[in-house]
């Protein structure tokens, strides 16, 4: 499975961004493609995955986080809304459960989103 993120960028506060995941080799109805963030100096966490078979969002993102996919574009989205600096980090997509952060070591390039005024 090969999966490349795109869609990052220097956003102000408030603004919106939509990261993409698209996949190769496999089909993304097939898997659970999580987003998850790591901001420098930070552990990476889950902005949106599957967590006890339902999608995880953790109050840091809840309300502002969405994630989509599209089976015809093989592709996995996370939309983000009223985006904060906090929220700055680079963000990646992966085939796994949120329980599997840790021990997962296939991570792509990510995206990188930075939230500046």
């Known amino acids: 499975m090969r999966l490349v993120e795109s869609g990052g960028g220097l956003v102000q506060p408030g603004d919106s961004l939509r990261l993409s995941c698209v996949a190769s080799g496999v089909k993304v109805g097939d898997y659970t493609i999580g987003w998850f963030r790591q901001a420098p100096g930070k552990e990476r966490e889950g902005v949106s995955c599957l967590k006890d078979g339902t999608t995880f969002y953790p109050d840091s993102v809840k309300g502002r986080f969405t994630i989509s996919r599209d089976n015809d574009k093989n592709a996995v989205y996370l939309q983000m809304t009223s985006l904060k600096p906090e929220d700055t980090a680079t963000y990646y997509c992966?085939?796994?459960?949120?329980?599997?952060?840790?021990?997962?070591?296939?991570w792509g390039q990510g995206t990188q989103v930075t939230v500046s005024s």
């Open positions: 992966a085939g796994i459960p949120c329980e599997l952060i840790n021990v997962y070591q296939h």
